[in-house]
């Protein structure tokens, strides 16, 4: 009989009925089905947390921004029912919090972690809700503040001074505070209603897991593991002597010749696959995905604060004052959106192309990252030397509020670039990894376990355990010396 090798992992047991081939159960598609979802949902639940704490963050340092400013009396009013409602505060805590247990709840999948993420998704969904009643009604109040201070403008005494002289002023210091009011107040509602409809979608998960199956939905159930316990309880291992000494001899010999023909038919792709997934694996441990979320949404603000400034510049000053360092929130993002969409695409398929791309954009986002950082430095050290010359305005009050909302936005433009910096590095760092520390190595092919022989038409065995007297011929002398 010609020896055949199994190369499936096969439990063989053998009684003196004969030789019985259990089956190996086959995976169920519906529980393939639940752990793919799971994945996915695991997977998403990360980036909606990570949009969910930039969010909160952006609201909280705009509303600490406008907490900062000296009050006036025409715009102040405008924004002082935001303050007094604490949205900018503990509305942004709210949301940083369930962003937060959201991850938490994700990692350690307990049922009081959903209940708590679930509660705190349903309190932002009231802050949020409620921030945008109240920036929307803050927005609406600009334009009369604004009508009322052109009126004061239009009263002033025609006289000139060092600072209208120096800075070429073309319009009325009402503008500036106006616009860059609505621009912030704009970008906490943006923020809000993205708040808002984040916090819907997770509670809404988090519902519909909290009033499910608990355990089904994270693992086995209890009858699932009283079932692998009864089925490898009844699996019994009996090993023949008999039967092991007349077949080891054709088993080494099939095991040489498998070895050889895998070293013969060794493909290099196949290798370099294996090898690729491996390496694929620890590139995903640095989190692709929401690093690059985060990322992008980094780079919105610091495009959003720089349109801004180059709106106040525009109505404050001259043309010509603005230069290639100052519209650096403009163009310095773009490099930033493109590498964290690159990086996201390498998350979500891993490819070599992909993952070395991402890793040269990111270098580069981390240079520029680097020059806009000590740019924003030097840009607010000048700006706080124009903030002395407002006390010659007629209006130092407009000056001075426009002029402290300017450099707390400079300064939240420098958070943004160190933030830039360190996601750059990082992501440069878990590619560098991929695809420069591996390019060349050993590959040991280790088997899990040794081929189990099987012949064609297995005999019963009969007359005991011990082998008939033709098989004995083929037996080696040394094997009965074991």
């Not at 089905?33 to 705009?62: F, N, P, R, T």
């Not at 930033?336 to 990111?362: E, F, H, R, W």
């Given at each position: 009989?010609?020896?055949?090798?199994?190369?499936?992992?096969?439990?063989?047991?053998?009684?003196?009925?004969?030789v019985?081939f259990?089956?190996?159960?086959?995976?169920?598609?519906?529980?393939?089905?639940?752990?793919?979802?799971?994945?996915?949902?695991?997977?998403?639940?990360?980036?909606?947390?990570?949009?969910?704490?930039?969010?909160?963050?952006?609201?909280l340092?705009?509303?600490?921004?406008?907490?900062?400013?000296?009050?006036?009396?025409?715009?102040?009013?405008?924004?002082?029912?935001?303050?007094?409602?604490?949205?900018?505060?503990?509305?942004?805590?709210?949301?940083?919090?369930?962003?937060?247990?959201?991850?938490?709840t994700?990692?350690?999948?307990?049922?009081?972690?959903?209940?708590?993420?679930?509660?705190?998704?349903?309190?932002?969904?009231?802050?949020?809700?409620?921030?945008?009643?109240?920036?929307?009604?803050?927005?609406?109040?600009?334009?009369?503040?604004?009508?009322?201070?052109?009126?004061?403008?239009?009263?002033?005494?025609?006289?000139?001074?060092?600072?209208?002289?120096?800075?070429?002023?073309?319009?009325?210091?009402?503008?500036?505070?106006?616009?860059?009011?609505?621009?912030?107040?704009?970008?906490?509602?943006?923020?809000?209603?993205?708040?808002?409809?984040?916090?819907?979608?997770?509670?809404?998960?988090?519902?519909?897991?909290?009033h499910?199956?608990?355990?089904?939905?994270?693992?086995?159930?209890?009858?699932?593991?009283?079932?692998?316990?009864?089925?490898?309880?009844?699996?019994?291992?009996?090993?023949?002597?008999?039967?092991?000494?007349?077949t080891?001899?054709?088993?080494?010999?099939?095991?040489?010749?498998?070895?050889?023909?895998?070293?013969?038919?060794?493909?290099?792709?196949?290798?370099?696959?294996?090898?690729?997934?491996?390496?694929?694996?620890?590139?995903?441990?640095?989190?692709?995905?929401?690093?690059?979320?985060?990322?992008?949404?980094?780079?919105?603000?610091?495009?959003?604060?720089?349109?801004?400034?180059?709106?106040?510049?525009?109505?404050?000053?001259?043309?010509?004052?603005?230069?290639?360092?100052?519209?650096?929130?403009?163009?310095?993002?773009?490099?930033?959106?493109?590498?964290?969409?690159?990086?996201?695409?390498?998350?979500?398929?891993?490819?070599?192309?992909?993952?070395?791309?991402?890793?040269?954009?990111?270098?580069?986002?981390?240079?520029?990252?680097l020059?806009?950082?000590?740019?924003?430095?030097?840009?607010?050290?000048?700006?706080?030397?124009?903030?002395?010359?407002?006390?010659?305005?007629?209006?130092?009050?407009?000056?001075?509020?426009?002029?402290?909302?300017?450099?707390?936005?400079?300064?939240?433009?420098?958070?943004?670039?160190?933030?830039?910096?360190?996601?750059?590095?990082?992501?440069?760092?878990?590619?560098?990894?991929?695809?420069?520390?591996?390019?060349?190595?050993?590959?040991?092919?280790?088997?899990?376990?040794?081929p189990?022989?099987?012949?064609?038409?297995?005999?019963?065995?009969?007359?005991?355990?011990?082998?008939?007297?033709?098989?004995?011929?083929?037996?080696?002398?040394?094997?009965?010396?074991l």
């Amino acid at each position: 009989m010609i020896p055949q090798v199994v190369t499936n992992e096969t439990v063989t047991v053998i009684s003196t009925n004969g030789v019985d081939f259990p089956q190996t159960d086959k995976p169920q598609p519906a529980q393939q089905k639940q752990d793919s979802l799971k994945k996915y949902l695991k997977a998403e639940i990360k980036v909606m947390a990570a949009i969910q704490i930039m969010c909160g963050v952006m609201v909280l340092c705009l509303g600490i921004i406008l907490a900062s400013t000296p009050n006036t009396i025409h715009f102040t009013p405008v924004f002082s029912l935001l303050l007094k409602s604490g949205y900018p505060f503990v509305g942004s805590l709210f949301f940083i919090i369930s962003g937060i247990l959201t991850v938490i709840t994700e990692t350690k999948s307990k049922k009081s972690l959903v209940d708590g993420s679930l509660t705190m998704n349903i309190l932002s969904i009231s802050f949020a809700f409620m921030g945008i009643i109240i920036l929307t009604v803050s927005l609406a109040g600009l334009h009369p503040a604004l009508e009322e201070c052109e009126k004061s403008w239009a009263l002033r005494p025609t006289e000139s001074s060092f600072y209208h002289y120096h800075f070429h002023v073309q319009r009325s210091p009402c503008s500036a505070p106006q616009a860059v009011l609505t621009g912030i107040l704009s970008l906490m509602l943006i923020s809000s209603v993205l708040e808002l409809g984040l916090s819907v979608l997770t509670a809404m998960l988090w519902w519909n897991q909290s009033h499910s199956d608990f355990s089904r939905f994270y693992g086995y159930g209890e009858a699932d593991l009283k079932r692998q316990r009864q089925t490898s309880s009844q699996i019994t291992f009996v090993i023949a002597l008999s039967s092991v000494m007349t077949t080891i001899q054709a088993m080494e010999q099939t095991t040489l010749n498998a070895g050889l023909d895998v070293l013969q038919l060794g493909k290099p792709a196949g290798m370099h696959s294996h090898m690729w997934k491996g390496l694929s694996e620890k590139f995903l441990k640095g989190e692709p995905k929401v690093i690059g979320v985060v990322q992008i949404l980094a780079a919105l603000m610091i495009l959003s604060l720089g349109i801004m400034t180059i709106i106040i510049l525009d109505i404050r000053y001259n043309q010509e004052n603005i230069s290639f360092g100052i519209t650096y929130p403009c163009w310095g993002p773009v490099v930033y959106i493109i590498s964290g969409a690159l990086s996201l695409a390498a998350g979500i398929k891993t490819t070599k192309g992909l993952v070395q791309s991402s890793m040269g954009l990111n270098i580069a986002s981390s240079m520029v990252a680097l020059f806009g950082f000590f740019l924003s430095v030097s840009r607010l050290h000048d700006l706080s030397v124009v903030y002395g010359f407002c006390r010659h305005d007629y209006m130092p009050g407009q000056c001075i509020q426009s002029l402290a909302i300017f450099l707390g936005m400079q300064a939240l433009v420098i958070i943004l670039d160190l933030l830039e910096f360190c996601i750059a590095v990082s992501l440069s760092v878990f590619g560098c990894k991929v695809t420069c520390c591996n390019r060349s190595g050993v590959v040991v092919i280790m088997p899990s376990s040794l081929p189990v022989v099987g012949t064609a038409s297995p005999a019963s065995l009969q007359g005991g355990l011990m082998p008939s007297a033709h098989q004995e011929t083929n037996v080696p002398e040394n094997l009965y010396q074991l």
